[in-house]
């Protein structure tokens, strides 16, 4: 096979991709399912990919590190078209919207992390479907499945994406309108933090089987997800048996923690919670918040009771007035990093 041209055209000798149609998915190779999959055949060898696409050679090896994939070696053939016009894109984005390289990286190894975390779920979820109708998942099941389904699957992720960029950039003309330009920063607001964690929750899975503890996860995440959205507030990551969400107004935090804690209550399959809330300036990059207002609702939340709430000094200014909500003092917790740290454990109007 030929690499690339001279002039960084496509190499005429292509080999075409698999008709899913045409396939005979009773005597298929893995390797089908892996084009199938890429969209492509994988035809380029690292240097040839730099070359066709104008590249850097040292930030092209960052860069695919970044994702979250290893070198490869300088003859072997690893990537695809699709991978050539990805590079050629990075190249035009360097020069117009992201000269710095360092950012460059970083957006890398933001976005897969979290695709690298949906395709190890989808994965999951297809090989159970295809075992599910075929009793077994075999080369060819797989391929067939992965053919019917991943362009859907990509159309509905597409159209998701979208909707949250909506939604995230609305947000974010609101809170630019709204805020002092002199303490902002492009991702640097003002936002309340919540953790909510299931207690006890390595107990707990010593005594569930796997089935079980799949379960008990899946129904932590649907749970958390309706309320929070529900709530106005979004998700930021769930980490095994915790859920770390932000809202731009603290009552709407408070109205969250509280439903979280009253939908678990009702929840045979889940243990009780601890929550912790805090506000105030929050850096926000990459998907992720950092900052101190992220370390005080950590704090909160290991310092909670189980089945409570724990908030700081600024949620407790703003919700002082709220009549949907009771807040009372509690001794000053010494925790680490936080000597004196000033707390209050909020409840709802109708529990005083």
């Avoid at 479907?129 to 990509?154: C, I, K, Q």
């Avoid at 949620?315 to 680490?336: C, Q």
């Amino acid at each position: 096979m030929t690499g690339p041209s001279s002039d960084g055209d496509q190499p005429p000798d292509h080999p075409a991709l698999p008709d899913p149609a045409s396939i005979d998915w009773t005597d298929i190779e893995g390797g089908v399912l892996d084009e199938i999959i890429l969209g492509a055949p994988r035809e380029y060898t690292r240097d040839e990919l730099v070359a066709a696409s104008g590249l850097d050679a040292e930030e092209a090896n960052r860069l695919w590190r970044a994702l979250g994939f290893p070198d490869s070696a300088p003859d072997e053939r690893v990537f695809t078209r699709a991978d050539l016009d990805a590079a050629r894109t990075v190249a035009q984005l360097s020069d117009a919207w992201l000269p710095d390289a360092g950012v460059r990286e970083a957006v890398a190894r933001a976005v897969a992390q979290s695709l690298s975390r949906l395709a190890e779920w989808q994965v999951g979820m297809l090989a159970q479907l295809a075992a599910d109708h075929v009793e077994e998942l075999t080369p060819s099941a797989a391929a067939r499945l992965a053919a019917d389904v991943l362009p859907e699957l990509e159309q509905l992720q597409s159209y998701v994406w979208r909707r949250h960029m909506a939604a995230t950039a609305a947000r974010w003309t609101a809170g630019a309108q709204r805020s002092d330009p002199q303490r902002i920063a492009a991702d640097t607001w003002p936002l309340a933090v919540g953790f909510a964690d299931m207690v006890g929750f390595t107990r707990t899975t010593r005594r569930r089987s796997m089935d079980e503890l799949g379960q008990m996860i899946e129904r932590f995440g649907a749970v958390t997800n309706e309320v929070i959205a529900n709530g106005r507030g979004r998700i930021i990551k769930t980490v095994g048996d915790e859920v770390l969400f932000v809202t731009e107004h603290p009552a709407d935090a408070a109205a969250i923690a509280l439903g979280l804690r009253d939908r678990v209550r009702v929840e045979p399959a889940l243990p009780q919670l601890r929550i912790g809330l805090a506000q105030g300036m929050v850096l926000s990059r990459y998907g992720d918040v950092y900052g101190e207002v992220v370390n005080v609702a950590a704090r909160l939340t290991s310092a909670a009771r189980p089945d409570t709430v724990l908030v700081d000094r600024e949620v407790h200014e703003s919700l002082r007035d709220d009549p949907r909500f009771a807040l009372r003092r509690i001794a000053t917790l010494h925790t680490r990093g936080y000597a004196h740290l000033r707390a209050w454990a909020l409840r709802g109007a109708r529990e005083r």
